[in-house]
């Protein structure tokens, strides 16, 4: 079955959320919470179909508000009103979740890059999403001494911002990647030694610059040599 916002019909009840209102637990695509609690605001019974009750509904995040569009079917004439499941719907027997959408977004690796860098990238990111700054600052780096140790093997381990001039010394990287480099705070922190608690848009910056040097060290190289074949 294809889902669409286009599918939802007819509401056939709004209210303000309550601690009676039926829930639904899921990763919130909006500001990425995982296990989130959503309330439930609106529903409509789905009549395309004949051999069971479906039902489309509206939940709301408990944490940013952002909706999500959540398909059921079930045997319950009662349940065609959402507000009638007791509490959670995906514990109800007599409820099957169908589908829900906007599913979160897959962490976005850069393409062509060592499968290690890879993987602690995506560990990164997770890290940032469940707000562990400081475990995502780690993976960041640990990323990036990886990824750059291969172009600049002469340089002190943990030595981040080393590498970097030396890649831009090699013409490999241009001056204003290697000048916000600098201006990065975590690229700093050698060894991870620093006592300070990273911020979040640090970290966000961390992760940009990290995403910007992969993609330009290893993601575009490739993609021209590939062109060019
Ligand atoms: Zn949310």
Known sequence: MV???????????????SNMAATFQHDCPHCKTRSCLF????????ERFTDKIHVDAIFRCANCGGQIFVSYSTTHANY??????????YLDPLVKIRGVLPQVNPVDVPEHIPDRVAELFKEA????????LESASAS????????LKVHTPDVEAFKLEKRIDKLFSQGKITESLKDW??????IGNDGLHDLEK????????????????????????????????
């Open 3 to 17: 889902l669409s916002w286009a599918t939802i019909k007819r509401p056939v009840s709004t209210r303000e959320t």
């Open 181 to 186: 480099a600098h201006d990065v705070r975590l």
């Open 198 to 229: 990273p911020e979040v848009h640090e970290v966000e910056q961390m992760a940009l610059l990290t995403k910007y040097l992969l993609i330009y060290l290893y993601t575009l190289p490739e993609k021209v040599r590939i062109s060019r074949q």
């Open 80 to 89: 065609e009103n959402v507000h009638f499941i007791p509490g959670a719907i």
């Open 125 to 132: 990111e997770d890290n940032r999403a469940d707000k562990r």
């Open 39 to 46: 309330m439930a605001t609106a529903c409509s019974k789905n």
């Open 140 to 147: 960041y780096r640990k990323a990036l001494e990886l990824a």
